[in-house]
């Protein structure tokens, strides 16, 4: 049974993947129902895993991260784009072979872990380049590895997330210090291993056999399109980074299956809303005015008000401009951060 017949969203798939920052925490602490929904989908007996484009922790070390919030999580369970990278790197080099990386400890040792040579300098001959978000990352590490790249060594990307989430608003991430040596090089990278890339939710949904998968995410540039690539539904959130007027001006390939403001939306039939609705449902009726803009009138659920902007504005190409014709409905926009 899915939220579409009316049932627990949970209880139409065998496996629930996850992200990391944004979904489950924010920075170092679990966001709002984020432990109470893991311990729930374990306690029914429920496959669930962990995909992150974090390159700065090892599996092992995100899942112990995990259970220090009180969310059980094994590494066997954490899909890294660091281990992920360093296993594709295994597959196309020699055994010993260097690589200059260009990130956190942990991607220097998840590439030692599979039997290759970390590096720091150019000079020291790295077949391969691979480059993942550190805080401690600076010009003379992008210096060696554009002249490593220059000099013919393959160039992969662990990500290409350009903010990640903080406490005061995102930061710079991964994908604004490739965008340096894009801009240096006039080149893109080679492989890029992290979502938007299908490969870690593959990974995933293999496990899961023959049942269904579902990604959670917060982000539609990277969660949502990379399970979108991999063939699989998912549920944005709304507790992370894409808020609702970034959804209504979503690509297709951007467009999630379900949205719900928080993981409650696994459990509650109340709390999600398959994407896109009907543009006249739940009490709301959504159009395109003359001037372009959308214009939201009736009453009813903010979820199915925000199913049937979907509907008009992906239908439409419309961008997320909105406006209210019922009380009613300056407050959902409102709610839904679609006024100035």
């Not at 049932?7 to 065998?14: Q, V």
């Not at 590439?111 to 480059?131: F, I, K, M, T, Y």
């Not at 894409?242 to 993981?263: G, K, M, N, Q």
């Not at 372009?292 to 239908?315: M, Q, Y």
């Amino acid at each position: 049974m899915t939220a579409d017949a009316g049932g627990r969203l949970a209880d139409g798939y065998s496996l629930v993947v996850f992200d990391l920052d944004g979904v489950i925490y924010l920075i170092d602490r679990p966001i709002p129902g984020a432990v109470a929904a893991v311990g729930r989908l374990r306690a029914e007996g429920r496959a669930i895993a962990y995909a992150t484009n974090n390159a700065s922790r090892r599996s092992s070390e995100v899942a112990d991260l995990l259970s220090g919030m009180g969310v059980p999580a094994t590494p066997e369970e954490v899909l890294t784009s660091a281990a992920a990278s360093a296993e594709l790197l295994a597959e196309r080099l020699p055994a010993g072979a260097a690589v200059l990386v260009v990130g956190a400890e942990a991607l220097r040792a998840e590439v030692g872990a599979v039997g290759l040579r970390p590096v720091s300098r150019a000079d020291e001959a790295p077949a391969a380049v691979v480059q993942g978000y550190g805080p401690q990352v600076c010009w003379a590490d992008l210096a060696e590895a554009s002249l490593a790249v220059r000099a013919g060594a393959i160039w992969i990307a662990t990500n290409t997330d350009r903010t990640l989430p903080s406490g005061r608003g995102p930061l710079p991430g991964n994908g604004s210090l490739v965008a340096v040596l894009r801009t240096a090089l006039d080149r893109e990278p080679d492989v890029v291993v992290g979502k938007p890339g299908p490969a870690l939710f593959a990974t995933a949904a293999r496990r899961a056999g023959e049942g269904r998968t579902l990604v959670v995410g917060d982000r539609l540039d990277t969660d949502i399109e990379g399970a979108r690539r991999a063939g699989l539904d998912s549920l944005l959130v709304l507790t992370g980074v894409s808020d609702v007027p970034e959804l209504l001006a979503a690509a297709p390939a951007r467009r999630p299956t379900y949205v719900s403001a928080d993981l409650a939306g696994l459990f509650d039939p109340a709390a999600v809303v398959r994407v896109p609705g009907d543009p006249e449902t739940g009490g709301w009726s959504a159009t395109v005015a003359g001037d372009g803009a959308l214009e939201l009138t009736g009453a009813g659920r903010p979820l199915d008000a925000l199913a049937a902007l979907c509907a008009v504005a992906w239908a439409a190409d419309a961008g997320p401009a909105v406006r209210a014709g019922s009380p009613e409905a300056t407050e959902v926009l409102t709610d839904l951060g679609l006024t100035d």
